[in-house]
């Protein structure tokens, strides 16, 4: 049946250009797709959009939309120009959390994309910001048979709201030589341990997992986590000068020393008159740049654990904030290691709960009571890697210095 | 609700179900890589195995005749495996160098861009805008079509002093999170409140507590109870929208879009580091935005010429100084660049280091 296609003169002009084009992939949709309910939903959303493009206004708002027993992972959205538009008045999108790192195999993916052919717009992403597949357009009613047709064969809802959100880590270990530690491990027992709070919002606001293997930090968890783990090692890096020495000859001493070993930020490294590499190992902080330029000949070492930075976020409402480092470094090997990190993101999470206000992030929280009463809170003890440098301002209360001092000696005393 | 069905509670899925078999394999095992070509990384393990991943450019809204498109691309070319980037690229694997060719030639006959690997510009990151967001300034979408046609030659080779990471975002909450170049919207007026509305959809506590500078208070008007803005205060932020849509900070007009620079995420060299603000006032113009990509451009442009290797952007101008930066992309310098915000001193220069 012929529909009555909207003009979209605006939207056209997206189409010309060597990128491919999302409008064209629309109107795929509206003109070639067997199922008329797709033809007439994706031709009523370029209507609206075009109406965007034309005003330069959103028609969409939020509401209430859940699946039966959750409380989130739908971002309900309903048109307000939805009598013009009546076949996309209900647009809504649902959030699924993707296999950690993003693996698909292409039977999964299609079974997926029939799946969604059967109750949506045809409309898919991988995927969104926080790092869920979206899947993006149906209404209300469809969308608990869509749930709950792929929740059949192994896929949940991320989170939406003031919740545990869907967590993120890098391909890592899957295809990464700079890989410290089993990213995957780490984002699903962290993640999954939370699923009834990524279900069911009842937090001050969001709460992310992000995971990257090395200080690359591919999936910008330093910056939008609240608990960034970071893989990293301790021990000496490694060095296979023969690569090292080979490199050099390829690419001449000044391109070694004005790329590599002028751009340790901590003067670590020394390019020795045999053409080897002098790592002074316990100046290196782990940043990443000479492995970086020659993957071939340096690997962090073998002693591999994480980092973990706490209460990085955006900028709603007081500024942007990367992670502050609460952990430098936990190994991460035996079971026991894996509770651990576990337990910390128990701890950190219920103190935040108890202790933020309403739509405060964890590192808002963090910056209101400080980071001693934070540490404290959560049971985790003061280091000097948490800090750039200690305190500039005098004006503190310091009765409690000679047992802090105690405190300090008795565990350096521990640890030996 | 009888016959309603309960959710598995499942969570996030176990990848080593979908995850191609090398890399299943060699898990945690993978020596170094190298970059053949923009576009292809080969991944070799300690036994020797070798793994090619391939990178495509996508429009990320993907219909499912492009999602089948991919799928039918890696079933023929690359045993039946995708794995998406952050920035929502594709990778193809294959295992011996031969199908390497013929998966690239596949790809580009399919209308989609290999590249994005290595020093490259990569796709932008997009957030939702107009297409599927409650409270966006601008399109994410359209902004990211029409920038990726203008860079798309960049995105294609690997010749930029360093990788470049740029996002959009269409509200000021900046969900687009941290780049080398972001272009986000910027608000310039306070919001127009619908005082008929405000009572019946908004919570006015919660409202007034979002405001970042204290700049609400309730009010009755016209008899009804709503919501009063101190304009002298408001910063424009449009962080009262989402709790209260008849508080609308979106205006044809007046939301502008801004640019922002030196954002990097990696710990590659310095800390990470938050973008700064370059340029504002720049029309929210779809459906292709030029002027805003005309700065980007011009940006790159000074970036590629005067950056050294390894250089991030905001590494590149903590070289040459931010009056050097200026002149080159030929930006004003204004007051609004000066930080007044938490923290701002330490944004200042307290020392006498000058460049001349
Ligand atoms: S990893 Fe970074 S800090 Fe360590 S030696 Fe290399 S460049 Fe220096
Ligand atoms: S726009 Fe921002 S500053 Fe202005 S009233 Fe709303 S929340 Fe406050």
């Known amino acids: ?416 | 609700m009888a016959d309603m069905r309960d959710p598995i509670e499942t969570g996030c899925p176990d990848p080593f179900q979908y995850m191609h078999p090398m890399m299943r394999r060699n898990f945690g095992l993978w020596a170094y890589h190298e970059d053949p070509r923009p576009g292809v990384l080969l991944h070799v393990a300690k036994n020797g195995d070798k793994l090619w991943t391939i990178k495509a450019g996508t429009q990320r809204i993907l219909d499912l005749f492009t999602l089948r498109t991919l799928c039918q691309i890696a079933d023929d070319y690359s045993d039946g495996f995708i794995r998406f980037t952050i920035r929502s690229n594709p990778e193809f694997f294959v295992t011996e160098e031969s199908r390497v060719e013929p998966l690239i030639e596949k790809l580009e006959e399919a209308g989609f861009i290999v590249g994005g690997t290595k020093n490259s510009v990569t796709t932008l990151s997009h957030t939702q805008g107009w297409l599927h967001c409650d409270i966006p300034g601008t399109d994410a979408s359209g902004v990211v079509k029409s920038m990726m046609d203008e860079l798309i030659d960049e995105f294609k080779v690997s010749e930029m002093p360093n990788r470049v990471h740029i996002t959009t975002s269409c509200c000021q909450i900046n969900c687009g999170g941290q780049g080398d170049i972001a272009i986000n919207v910027q608000h310039t007026k306070p919001p127009k409140i619908n005082h008929d509305l405000v009572a019946n959809v908004c919570e006015r506590p919660t409202v007034v507590a979002r405001c970042p500078v204290a700049a609400i208070r309730p009010a009755m008007v016209n008899g009804k109870p709503s919501l009063e803005v101190d304009e002298k205060k408001c910063i424009c932020c449009g962080a009262c929208f989402p709790p209260c849509p008849p508080m609308q900070i979106n205006d044809a007009e007046h939301t502008k879009l801004a640019i922002w620079v030196g954002g990097n995420h990696s710990n590659a060299r310095g800390k990470p580091t938050f973008q700064k603000l370059v340029a504002a006032g720049i029309p929210n113009n779809p459906p292709r935005w030029p002027e805003a990509t005309a700065i980007v451009k011009r940006i790159l442009a000074e970036y590629k010429a005067g950056a050294r290797d390894w250089e991030r952007v905001g590494e590149w101008i903590e070289r040459i100084g931010w009056p050097r930066f200026f002149e080159l992309v030929e930006l004003p310098f204004t007051k609004y660049h000066i930080d007044n915000w938490r923290g701002a001193r330490k944004s200042l220069n307290a020392s006498a280091h000058i460049r001349f």
Request: some cysteine.
């Open chain 1, 1 to 416: 049946m012929a529909i009555n296609k909207h003009h979209t003169p605006m939207l056209d002009q997206l189409e010309s250009g060597p990128w491919p084009s999302f409008i064209s992939g629309i109107k795929r949709l509206r003109d070639e797709h067997p199922e008329e309910r797709i033809n007439k939903m994706t031709n009523d959303l370029l209507g609206q959009l075009e109406h965007s493009y034309e005003t330069r206004k959103g028609y969409w708002k939020g509401g209430t939309v859940s699946v039966f027993q959750y409380g989130g992972g739908i971002i309900p959205r309903f048109s307000e120009v939805g009598h013009a538009f009546p076949e996309s008045k209900e647009f809504h999108t649902l959030r699924v959390q993707p296999p950690a790192g993003n693996h698909y195999s292409t039977d999964m993916l299609r079974q997926m994309a029939d799946s969604w052919e059967k109750y949506g717009s045809g409309l898919v992403t991988f995927h969104g910001q926080t790092g869920n597949i979206m899947f993006i357009g149906t209404d209300t009613e469809q969308t608990q048979h869509f749930f709950d047709e792929i929740n059949d064969y192994g896929w949940d809802l991320g989170g939406a709201g003031p919740c545990v959100r869907t967590a993120m880590s890098c391909v890592g270990a899957a295809r990464c030589e700079m890989s410290c530690t089993n990213e995957q491990k780490a984002h699903r027992l962290l993640v999954n341990n939370f699923t009834d709070d990524v279900h069911r919002p009842a937090l001050p606001y969001k709460f992310k997992f992000k995971v990257s293997g090395c200080g690359n930090d591919c999936q910008n968890a330093v910056e939008r986590a609240d608990f960034a783990v970071i893989g990293t090692w301790r021990d000496d890096m490694n060095v296979n000068q023969d690569e090292f020495k080979a490199y050099v000859g390829r690419k001449g001493r000044q391109h070694v020393i004005d790329n590599i070993i002028t751009r340790c930020p901590t003067n670590a490294l020394s390019l020795n008159d045999d053409d080897s590499l002098e790592v002074n190992n316990k100046d290196c902080v782990r940043c990443m740049h000479c492995l970086n330029v020659v993957p071939k000949a340096l690997h962090p070492g073998d002693d591999r654990g994480v980092t973990i930075l706490i209460g990085g976020k955006r900028t709603l409402k007081i500024g942007d904030l990367m992670g502050t480092v609460v952990v430098p470094f936990k190994k991460l090997d035996t079971e026991e290691d894996w509770e651990e990190i576990v337990e910390l993101a128990e701890e950190i999470i219920d103190f935040w709960a108890e202790n933020a206000l309403e739509h405060e992030r964890c590192g808002e929280m963090i910056e209101r009571i400080g980071l001693v009463n934070f540490l404290e809170g959560v049971g985790v003890e003061v280091d000097p890697n948490m800090v750039n440098n200690p305190r500039e301002s005098s004006y503190i209360r310091m009765d409690g210095w000679d047992e802090e001092a105690v405190k300090w000696f008795d565990r350096q005393a521990e640890a030996s």
